[in-house]
T-cell receptor, first 112, second 113 residues
Framework: DTGVSQDPRHKITKRGQNVTFRCDPI?????LYWYRQTLGQGPEFLTY????????KSRLLSDRFSAERPKGSFSTLEIQRTEQGDSAMYLC??????????FGPGTRLLVL | QKEVEQNSGPLSVPEGAIASLNCTYS??????FFWYRQYSGKSPELIMS????GDKEDGRFTAQLNKASQYVSLLIRDSQPSDSATYLC?????????????FGTGTRLTIIP
């Protein structure tokens, strides 16, 4: 499978715990994006990387959220001290240069 | 005013008919426009991209763009039950380096057999 992959696909955690999600982009795609989607809404932009550089962060990305792409390949998104409001689908997308973004299957997070 | 607006639906269309989905956007300088299809519980899947005024056809799908009216539409001809999904309109920012997609809330389409 040469598409965007995400792991885990589902995560249930208790409020206050930390969680980390991983995204592997399409090979040779230099741009990687994170979005969050809640029920009945479209995806909302969180942050994006060009290679290993994080170029933009949304105001939605509070101090509890951190994202990395250390070698310009896979990326991780960590949420510290999770809250019930963090429950959502976390989507990763990748693109080559400024071309079309292709989405991975998403990680569904439920915070109890 | 929302940046990207879509009628949330649901929109019900008989099988074999034409489904018409509409989207308006607020940033007049936007250059890139996308339609994604999303099945329940799944991630968005690209259907069409359009960058210039006019029509762009791909199989049963036609995207239409009118920058003067800040309006994008998607037509689905010969609608099939498998077309039942939520259709998301997305717009890319205008500035170089502004790579994010801004999505509408989506229109839920149901094709009635």
């Amino acid at each position: 499978d040469t598409g965007v992959s995400q792991d885990p696909r589902h995560k249930i955690t208790k409020r206050g715990q930390n969680v980390t999600f991983r995204c592997d982009p399409i090979s040779e795609h230099n741009r990687l994006y994170w979005y969050r989607q809640t029920l009945g809404q479209g995806p909302e932009f969180l942050t994006y990387f060009q290679n290993e550089a994080q170029l933009e962060k949304s105001r939605l990305l509070s101090d509890r959220f951190s994202a990395e792409r250390p070698k310009g390949s896979f990326s991780t998104l960590e949420i510290q001290r999770t809250e019930q409001g963090d429950s959502a689908m976390y989507l990763c997308a990748s693109s080559f240069s400024m071309e079309t973004q292709y989405f991975g299957p998403g990680t569904r997070l439920l915070v109890l | 005013q929302k940046e990207v607006e879509q009628n949330s639906g649901p929109l019900s269309v008989p099988e074999g008919a034409i489904a018409s989905l509409n989207c308006t956007y607020s940033d007049r300088g936007s250059q890139s426009f996308f339609w994604y299809r999303q099945y329940s519980g799944k991630s968005p899947e690209l259907i069409m991209s359009i960058y210039s005024n006019g029509d762009k056809e791909d199989g049963r799908f036609t995207a239409q763009l009118n920058k003067a009216s800040q309006y994008v539409s998607l037509l689905i001809r010969d609608s099939q039950p498998s077309d039942s999904a939520t259709y998301l309109c997305a717009v890319k920012g205008t500035n170089f380096g502004n790579e994010k997609l801004t999505f509408g809330t989506g229109t839920r389409l149901t094709i009635i057999p």
